[in-house]
């Protein structure tokens, strides 16, 4: 296990590809065999994490490795047109503030809605789909939101990459992290807030 300067949680990496766009999370253990595959190009903020590897005969000298909070790497990161974040139900549910979006309820245990209802065509993508408590997502059925006579306190939209990252690590991320992140959100986020 690596020694942190954090005892409660160690800290995830946030992955950068090479033109310092923010990527992935990545655990210690992954994050130690980017730079044991020499694919870090350069590093952001202090070593969050120390790892102490085995003794090199090479160097005479046991091996150590500081890995960084953020680190850029080499490599090809995504397929063309995989640029949207992919839906998850706690992304959405963090992106919506944890809050149904038709009655204002905060809880633990949110559904994902449908605008348009599957249905009906209506598709699994960001601008469609919002967090909604179970009772509003029962009364407002297999129904458009017009049919339903139901409103949205907020207009759902697609989180920017950096958004997305903020928000599947809430809670768990680094302040030079979310600076980084912060800077990359969307102009008029919602997120800039929070
Ligand atoms: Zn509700």
């Given at each position: 296990m690596p020694s942190s300067n954090r005892t409660s949680r160690v800290p995830r990496i946030l992955r950068l590809n090479h033109a310092g766009m923010p990527v992935s999370w990545a655990t210690w253990y992954e994050a130690s065999r980017l730079y044991a595959r020499d694919l870090v190009i350069w590093t952001l903020g202090d070593p969050v994490i120390k790892l102490r590897g085995g003794y090199s005969r090479k160097l005479s000298q046991v091996s150590e490795l500081d890995i960084h909070g953020i680190v850029a790497c080499r490599g090809k990161i995504f397929e063309r047109g995989s640029l949207v974040p992919p839906v998850s139900n706690p992304a959405l549910f963090a992106r919506d503030g944890?809050?149904?979006?038709?009655?204002?309820v905060e809880s633990r245990d949110l559904t994902r809605d449908h605008l348009v209802p599957r249905s009906r065509?209506?598709?699994?993508s960001w601008e469609n789909v919002v967090a909604a408590c179970y009772k509003c997502n029962h009364r407002k059925g297999n129904r458009l939101l017009e049919e339903s006579g139901m409103e949205l306190l907020a207009l759902p939209y697609v989180p920017n990459f950096a958004e997305y990252l903020a928000l599947i690590n809430s809670g768990r991320i680094l302040a030079d992290q979310m600076d980084f992140l912060r800077a990359r959100f969307a102009r008029n986020s919602r997120l800039k807030a929070a």
């Amino acid at each position: 296990m690596p020694s942190s300067n954090r005892t409660s949680r160690v800290p995830r990496i946030l992955r950068l590809n090479h033109a310092g766009m923010p990527v992935s999370w990545a655990t210690w253990y992954e994050a130690s065999r980017l730079y044991a595959r020499d694919l870090v190009i350069w590093t952001l903020g202090d070593p969050v994490i120390k790892l102490r590897g085995g003794y090199s005969r090479k160097l005479s000298q046991v091996s150590e490795l500081d890995i960084h909070g953020i680190v850029a790497c080499r490599g090809k990161i995504f397929e063309r047109g995989s640029l949207v974040p992919p839906v998850s139900n706690p992304a959405l549910f963090a992106r919506d503030g944890q809050m149904c979006m038709y009655c204002g309820v905060e809880s633990r245990d949110l559904t994902r809605d449908h605008l348009v209802p599957r249905s009906r065509g209506g598709a699994d993508s960001w601008e469609n789909v919002v967090a909604a408590c179970y009772k509003c997502n029962h009364r407002k059925g297999n129904r458009l939101l017009e049919e339903s006579g139901m409103e949205l306190l907020a207009l759902p939209y697609v989180p920017n990459f950096a958004e997305y990252l903020a928000l599947i690590n809430s809670g768990r991320i680094l302040a030079d992290q979310m600076d980084f992140l912060r800077a990359r959100f969307a102009r008029n986020s919602r997120l800039k807030a929070a």
